[in-house]
């Protein structure tokens, strides 16, 4: 008896090709993305200057007692708003001043001052890392800054 023959199938050319474009754009797409993720958008004060830079400029003093934060800007470029970070034994946490206390809305500018309770938010930490917070102009308008951690004041309780 002779063998049967057998017929095998596969992927017409077509869809061969339709799928390897398909691939290749979604490839392009990662990529697209993955590179626009590390670009990061201008932000500047005044004029020119890179945000960045003008974080080193920032000056201020920030004192804790009886569960009252005091901060006292005492440099020339405004402090727009504050991060507290907050540091336990085995845990930190980070908390916009604003949302915890009354900060002002247009922040504190050189000379001003701020006085809060944050008592109840503390908890049992040690230390307390105030970092300052600019906003500056970038190409989509007005964006808020964080300042680097090392740029903020460190009060320990």
Known sequence: MPKPIK??????????????IAMVVVIALIIFLWFRSMLEDKITKFGDTNIK?????????????SGILSIVNTGNIPIYKIKIKIISVGSHETKDLSE??????TGINQGGTFSGSISGEIG????????????????????????NER???DILI
Do not use: M, R
């Open 7 to 20: 017929k095998n199938k596969g992927v017409s050319p077509v869809i061969a090709t339709v799928l390897l």
């Open 124 to 147: 049992s930490a040690n230390k307390l890392i105030v970092i300052p917070v600019l906003i500056g102009e970038s190409d989509k308008g007005q964006k808020s800054y964080v300042c």
């Open 151 to 153: 740029h903020g004041y």
């Open 53 to 65: 830079l003008i974080c080193e400029e920032v000056s201020f003093d920030a004192s804790y007692s």
């Open 100 to 105: 915890i206390s009354d900060w002002p809305n």
